[in-house]
């Protein structure tokens, strides 16, 4: 799990460690961890700016809303079947080798979804360079953490850098489709696609050119048929859950824009966006810089709550510094939401597919991002914009039911997963058993953060047995 011990980074660590108190200071000073971490943020901005980008382009330019959901639908499933692959990929032969040509196909085919639509080509064009681009596109997201994984020296760097990527994959996830609508309807209805290009090659060659990084390949064992995540109900229900979450996302950002323009302020439409992504960014950060003592599903579960409740208030809404405030509240149960919901994943899944399953949870997001804006604008269109958040309050519903269905899976999965062939220690406290065990598991899952996490919940398990 954890990097082969280095003098270098040892010393710049307890540097880091002794000149701040800062956790994320402490993680962004591991040599390397900074450079990939930032170029990994650029070059996953498109996941959560396509899909809309898409529906915003071609209804300007065809005058349909129908047909730019349809093309958008394409693009996400492409995505959603091509990016578990890609991510197998990855973990057999590497990330640079694999994800190179990769962007260079994505990039030109988004490209050529642009001029087809500038230029009004024939709709199964369009269709076409959608699904070379869903297809091409893989999840760059996954390949940071797997980095982090890689080059982290102790547990509790190990859990800030990973709660510091799930804020930045949540303020992608909002701030992404805000960006692509404002681009779109306030500078030319294909800005919103341009942008994601150019972000997608030059944050993917500068993230694949952190060659120190890059992770080791884990080797497949000869005759070993590994099943696929999607056998695991606790993956499957992420995934669930998060489709949900996509679908608040993308239906909120649309609501927000028709709410804006039928209240005659439509240029306010971006800071009240904003004021949503401010709370969420503000508490992802408080939380990533906590240990946390409660069991990881409930807290899972709560936040789920949490955002399911608050989200049905915008549809209360009559004002747009209403929605605001309502907005900044609801933001603050987003962003640990994901971060425990990337942890369960984490936690379930084999280590030689942790790639795999993170990338299904990227790509639940974008599927819910992309159906909750063509959703929405199909029902703003149809009876104004508090139709839009109606979407919004059903998938926050949706998610709630959802997650407390799921509890059960949640809660056994993520407390009886077992890691073999790891020695035991003894056990001081559950602190301690944490940083003992991930130091053992290093030897034995050098791409995964589960092991440590399983040894350390059997071991107090054992502990606390009656």
Request: hydrophobic residues 50%; neutral net charge.
């Amino acid at each position: 799990m954890f990097h082969e011990s280095s003098t270098t980074e040892d010393s710049s660590a307890e540097t880091a460690t002794k000149t701040s108190r800062n956790p994320y200071a402490v993680v962004y000073s591991i040599p390397g961890a900074k450079n990939f971490s930032i170029s990994g943020a650029f070059a996953r901005f498109p996941m959560s700016m396509v899909g809309i980008g898409i529906i915003l382009m071609i209804e300007v330019l065809y005058n349909s809303y129908a047909l730019g959901g349809k093309v958008s639908a394409a693009y996400v499933i492409a995505q959603a079947i091509c990016s578990p692959q890609i991510a197998k990929l990855v973990d057999r032969y590497g990330q640079a080798r694999i994800m190179r040509p990769f962007i260079v196909v994505s990039s030109l085919s988004l490209s050529a979804l642009i001029l087809a639509a500038l230029t009004h080509q024939a709709h199964w064009m369009l269709y076409l360079f959608a699904i070379l681009t869903g297809a091409t596109i893989g999840a760059v997201g996954a390949m940071v953490r797997a980095r982090w994984s890689h080059v982290v020296n102790n547990p509790r760097d190990l859990h800030t850098a990973y709660s510091l990527e799930s804020a930045i994959d949540e303020m992608i996830f909002v701030i992404g489709p805000i960006a692509a609508t404002v681009l779109a309807t306030s500078v030319s209805p294909w800005a919103g696609l341009v942008v994601p290009v150019v972000l997608m090659v030059f944050g993917g060659f500068w993230f694949l050119a952190q060659k120190d990084t890059e992770p080791p390949i884990i080797a497949p064992v000869l005759g070993e048929k590994v099943p696929t995540v999607l056998r695991n109900p606790a993956v499957l229900a992420v995934i669930a859950v998060f489709i949900c979450t996509g679908v608040i996302f993308g239906a909120a950002d649309v609501a927000t824009i028709a709410f804006a323009e039928e209240q005659g302020n439509k240029g306010l439409s971006g800071l009240v966006l904003g004021v949503f992504a401010l709370g969420s960014c503000i508490s992802g950060l408080l939380y990533g810089a906590r240990q946390w003592g409660s069991a990881l599903w409930k807290r899972f579960v709560v936040g789920i709550v949490a955002l399911g409740v608050m989200v049905c208030l915008f549809f209360v809404a009559t004002n747009l510094w209403m929605l605001a405030a309502t907005m900044f509240l609801a933001g603050f149960a987003i962003s640990p939401t994901l971060i425990n919901g990337n942890n369960v994943i984490q936690l379930v899944v084999s280590p030689r597919q942790l790639t795999e399953g993170l990338t299904w949870v990227g790509t639940a997001l974008g599927v819910g991002v992309s159906l909750g804006s063509s959703v929405a604008g199909v029902r703003i269109d149809e009876a104004g914009a508090h139709s839009g958040f109606s979407v919004v309050v059903i998938a926050g519903l949706v998610q709630v039911v959802i997650a407390l269905v799921a509890m059960r899976t949640f809660r056994t999965r993520t407390t009886t997963h077992q890691i073999q062939e790891v020695p035991t220690v003894d056990l001081l406290d559950d602190e301690s058993a944490v940083q003992e065990a991930t130091a053992l598991s290093s030897t034995i899952a050098p791409a995964s953060t589960i092991a440590a996490t399983d040894v350390a919940t059997d071991l107090i398990n054992k502990k606390y047995k009656k």
